[in-house]
């Protein structure tokens, strides 16, 4: 399975934009790019997935580069709730599982 | 929706016992999967399960640990003979499966922190 690549930890000011970054340079063809985040004392919960084009929701937005070697998650206004781990994970679509293998992540601070 | 269940949330125990923990995933949700996590890093892929039937199971499951889905339901994960490295938090997590088509997402629970002393 290919693997991701994130800084260890991040921090923002609170109602600021913030980029997460994720490289993963031997991603293939098939791979979904997906992103979970863990909150303190908590299960990792789904933000967002997309495979070449940028998406949107109501947590975040996923820009993906055009060679899809790297991405980033945006987070339009950042609050204290957002602080948490945030992973970037690869996921096969021809594999029919979630066998998720996730990396550190990215610890986000967020700032009053 | 009332997400994944997971029970107990906190389990001590003494070294060579057997602990045994629940899972209960969303309602129809086909797929159940177990992740074991240690302090500081991700979340690791134990076994999963599409309804009843055991389907994959990693390398790291030794052969003290045993996971049933008995009719398709709530899982249940035994550790038996504990050791100290087999503290950890134990995360269960499903998601759905209608026809060929998989679900987009996982649904985690909030897991069962073991401390083995």
Known sequence: DAKTTQPNSMESNEEEPVHLPCNHSTISGTDYIHWYRQL????????????????????????IAEDRKS????????????????????????????????GTGTRLKVLA | ??????????????????????????????????????????????TYFQNEAQLEKSRLLSDRFSAERPKGSFSTLEIQRTEQGDS????????????????EKLFFGSGTQLSVL
């Open chain 1, 71 to 102: 991405s980033t998650l945006i987070l339009h206004r950042a609050t204290l709730r957002d602080a948490a781990v945030y992973y970037c994970i690869l996921r096969d679509a021809t594999s029919g599982t979630y066998k998720y293998i996730f």
């Open chain 2, 1 to 46: 929706d009332t997400g994944v269940s997971q029970n107990p949330r906190h389990k001590i125990t003494k070294r060579g016992q057997n602990v045994t923990f629940r899972c209960d995933p969303i309602s129809e949700h086909n797929r159940l999967y177990w992740y074991r996590q240690t302090l500081g890093q991700g979340p690791e892929f134990l």
């Open chain 2, 88 to 103: 950890a938090m134990y995360l269960c997590a499903s998601s759905p499966l209608r026809g060929r088509v998989f679900g």
């Open chain 1, 40 to 63: 303190p004392s908590q299960g990792p919960e789904y933000v967002i997935h997309g495979l070449t084009s940028n998406v949107n929701n109501r947590m975040a937005s996923l820009a």
